[in-house]
């Protein structure tokens, strides 16, 4: 499970376009699209390289009135698919912890 | 022909014009695309010359994005073809390497027309866009199948013989008074029968493989996301391929997704995916 108290922000990301209650992300070299559905799209308008995993967590949790567990699991799932798509990265040495 | 070295690309409203060094290769250029005579002037015209040569060079997917070059002169693929063109009298003067020219990997030197088509289009002010699709016209009804290699969009041509197929590789999404419509190209699938026509744009389908034929909605994003993956970049040959073109790709994206039905449809290798098409007609989940 990725560190909580890792701050995420976007990188390699060309043109975001919001288009209902999606988001369309052009990106990378390739200019690759990926689609977020309201959740996913939720969750990337709270990456805005200052919020840590925690904070953006609860605030997951307060949005769609879900369990923390549920909300840690989830989103961290999603983080990871973009970390691995190469359109978030975190900030090593901004590392915060805050108790939840 | 009057001349024997011209080839005239005809590609919706607009035609492209070559000029080419021999007959020979203007009968190779007439047979592969299936040309008939075609009267009047073109609206740009390239003198093609052949080089020998190319089999050094590794032939790339893209002719787009291997572009290089400016102030309307290109060079694309790693030398395979460079040139120049004017867009402001629509000449221009291309050299392309033999093996480019060669069954099959004259398909990527289609990619050189397809900037060359949106160039003449740029010219008349004609709003076209070619799409990586199948297109049937079916009782006056355009449809567009949509889908990467691989998905189906020869199977449906296939499948829709009683029907007019424009083609199963590259049509044209034509618009004009507020309204889209399919067309046929001239470029070539591996379905050779393809035929004139031109329909409103009825509903488009996003394909993929069934074990029955079924038809599901999708949601805007994935619909606008397909689409954009499978229009071909508007660009002309005095343009620079840069990030900025698909931005406008997404802008057209969403405006076909604005006034056509979008949809996915599931199939089998059969001709029975026509009989789910009608059924949403008729519950009117399709206008």
Redesign the interface.
């Known amino acids: 499970m990725i560190d909580p108290g890792l701050v995420p922000y976007r990188r390699n990301v060309?043109?975001v376009?919001e288009?209902?209650n999606?988001?369309?992300i052009?990106s990378g070299k390739r200019?690759e699209?990926?689609?977020?559905?309201s959740v996913g799209s939720f969750i990337w308008k709270c990456i805005d390289g200052e919020r840590s995993l925690e904070e953006i967590y609860l605030l997951v949790c307060e949005e769609f009135d879900v369990p923390k567990k549920i909300a840690c699991r989830d989103t961290g799932r999603f983080i990871e698919q973009l970390k691995k798509k190469s359109l978030i990265a975190f900030r090593q040495d901004e590392k915060i912890s805050k108790e939840i | 022909m009057g001349n024997k070295r011209a080839c005239r690309i005809k590609t919706g409203s607009v035609v492209i014009g070559l000029t080419c060094d021999t007959a020979d290769v203007a009968d190779n250029l007439n047979t592969y695309f299936g040309l008939s005579e075609c009267t009047g002037p073109p609206d740009i015209d390239i003198s093609l010359h052949v080089e020998p040569g190319g089999n050094e060079i590794d032939i790339p997917g893209s002719l787009f994005t291997t572009k290089t070059g400016g102030r309307g002169g290109f060079i694309m693929g790693g030398g395979l073809v460079r040139g120049a063109f004017d867009p402001r009298n629509g000449s221009g003067e291309v050299f392309v390497k033999e093996t480019l020219l060669e069954v099959p990997v004259i398909k990527v030197f289609e990619q050189f027309l397809f900037q060359a088509f949106y160039s003449a289009g740029k010219r008349n002010n004609y709003d076209a866009l070619l799409v990586h699709a199948s297109g049937v016209i079916r009782r006056r009804k355009g449809f567009l199948f949509v889908g990467a290699s691989g998905k189906g969009k020869t199977t449906i041509a296939r499948k829709s013989g009683e029907y007019i197929v424009v083609n199963d590789e590259i049509v044209l999404v034509e618009k004009a008074d507020d309204e889209y419509f399919l067309r046929g190209t001239p470029f070539n699938g591996l379905f050779r029968e393809k035929a004139g026509g031109k329909a409103p744009l009825t509903c488009c389908f996003l394909l993929d493989h069934g074990k029955d034929h079924r038809i599901e909605e999708i949601?805007?994003?994935?619909a606008?996301?397909t689409v954009?993956?499978e229009i071909v970049p508007p660009v002309g040959l005095e343009d620079r391929f840069s990030?900025e073109v698909?931005?406008e790709i997404?802008d057209r994206a969403?405006d076909l997704y604005r006034m056509v039905p979008i949809k996915k449809l599931l199939f089998r290798p059969d001709a029975g995916f026509w009989n789910v098409i009608d059924d949403i007609y008729r519950q009117g989940r399709v206008i």
């Open positions: 060309f043109h376009r288009t209902g999606e988001i369309l052009i200019n699209i990926s689609t977020l559905n | 949601s805007q994003g994935e606008i996301k954009f993956q990030q698909y931005m997404l969403e």
